[in-house]
């Protein structure tokens, strides 16, 4: 039987184990078999953030927020110049993190989970913690995936009948890879947050842990998605309840070059972008017409960006507090999530009040603008603010590929490369990335449209 690369994945995750995670995984007599046994082995294998906090990243070079010059994308991986290009085959043979990065994370938190189940119960509420956080990473891995590698989630239903992600919620590198459909797939995802949601504590540190908050603040996101507006709310304001760290931007140093500090208050959950060439490149620029969107006292002008000449801005304002692109979940995120839901469920007075308090944190002392605007206006307010926002998060794409579904909404991309104009339109194959052609070889799972 073909196992296939997500095996391969397995066993170099295994190898991983055995030569980067230190002394706490002691061989066993068969070698093959190096498992947790101890929860102070649980705990330093969830705690290696080197896996962990870590996400996709090549959506933002196929979404709208950047434009990167000629001379920047010869600087660049191939994949890196393929999405950014919407290439038929936009990998060009490289081996992608963004596929591998979460199965590995998969598969740590499997053996997680697989361990805790045969350790004592002597120590219960400790064992509950480490299987919160273990589940949350599992489900937050799942999320990412299926936010490049299968369709959008659709409003309109037939979700089972489209194609989702393998999942793989055993260690077992012998498993059959097999594609779950999508509603299944999303359902998985919500199970294992919700479960996470129920064990984890309120809060810990560092942030590189996920808590309670962490986990319903990415409940929130999965709802958004799905279009399930009401629990979106629900969930981001549950999270906003339990964490109760707000940062204003009045309060930041913009005269410094990284104006903001790894695990300030802002960050709920700290995760970052794998690392690409597009997040240090001199030739990678904010797309004009998002700049335009930035009012004059609006803060985060001189805190995200730096001015390098008529028409190009570079990004700077990064919650890591250093050249990685932050991937993790934010106060402001929260907030944003929680207006949605509640506009888009006729809660309009609560949504102003909470879009009132965002934006003074925002924009310089007494100079928020009132929001005036109802329904479909103070959404688009709504939305237009998150883009401002969250630039640079890896979260735009998933937010056009929600949004294309909605009529008056919708977006098509325009590019211009080698002087001629591309476009990716709303409704195209190319929303979905292809699944790693050796995947595909290896294990006879069926590639995506493209």
């Not at 055993?170 to 064990?199: C, F, G, M, T």
């Not at 707000?246 to 790894?262: C, G, M």
């Not at 591309?422 to 194959?429: D, G, R, T």
Request: with cysteine; net charge negative.
């Amino acid at each position: 039987m073909k196992k296939g690369n997500l095996i391969n994945t397995w066993g170099m995750v295994f190898m991983i184990m055995l030569s980067g995670c230190g002394e706490f995984l002691d061989p066993k007599p068969d070698n093959s078999l190096v498992v947790p046994s101890s929860i102070a082995d649980v705990r330093a294998l969830l705690d290696n953030t080197n896996v962990f906090n870590r996400q996709p990243v090549l959506n933002i070079h196929a979404g709208d927020e950047f434009f990167i010059t000629e001379a920047g994308l010869a600087g660049m991986s191939n994949s890196e110049v393929g999405t950014y290009k919407w290439l038929d085959d936009p990998f060009q043979g490289d081996r992608i993190d963004d596929w591998f990065v979460p199965y590995q994370q998969v598969f740590y938190a499997n053996i997680a989970l697989e361990s805790l189940e045969n350790l004592p119960s002597s120590d219960q509420p400790e064992l509950d913690q480490l299987r919160g956080e273990a589940l949350f990473h599992r489900g937050y891995a799942y999320f990412q995936l299926l936010q490049e590698f299968a369709p959008a989630y659709q409003k309109e239903g037939g979700n089972d009948a489209l194609l989702g992600i393998v999942l793989k919620n055993s260690p077992d590198i012998n498993e059959k890879a097999v594609r779950s459909d999508l509603e299944s797939s999303y359902q998985q995802v919500l199970d294992d947050l919700n479960r996470a949601v129920s064990l984890l504590p309120e809060n810990q540190v560092p942030k590189t842990r996920p808590t309670k908050a962490a986990a319903l603040g990415a409940l929130a996101r999965v709802y958004l998605v799905m279009f399930e507006f009401e629990k979106v709310s629900e969930s981001a304001m549950e999270a906003l309840s339990i964490y109760t760290g707000r940062f204003d931007f009045n309060e930041l140093d913009v005269s410094q070059s990284r104006p903001f500090v790894i695990f300030g208050d802002e960050t709920v959950f700290y995760s970052e972008l794998v690392s690409v060439r597009l997040s240090s490149s001199p030739e990678v620029f904010l797309d004009t017409l998002l700049m335009e969107k930035y009012e004059e006292k609006d803060l985060r002008f001189p805190a995200y960006f730096d001015s390098v000449g008529i028409n190009r801005y570079l990004y700077r304002g990064r919650l890591t507090g250093n050249f990685s692109l932050f991937g993790g979940l934010s106060v402001g995120e929260l907030e944003l999530m929680a207006a949605e839901g509640l506009i888009r469920t006729g809660r309009e007075e609560e949504s102003l009040e909470i879009m009132g308090s965002f934006l003074s944190r925002r924009y310089e002392e007494g100079k928020s603008p009132e929001l005036q605007g109802r329904g479909d206006d103070l959404l688009r307010r709504i939305l237009e603010e998150r883009q401002k926002e969250l630039v640079g998060r890896g979260i735009r794409f998933s937010d056009l590929r929600r949004l294309n579904q909605e009529t008056g909404f919708s977006k098509t991309l325009e590019r211009t490369i080698d002087g001629n104009l591309v476009k990716l339109e709303p409704e195209s194959p190319k929303y979905v990335f292809p699944i790693p052609q050796e995947e595909i070889q290896l294990t006879g799972i069926r590639q995506n449209e493209r």
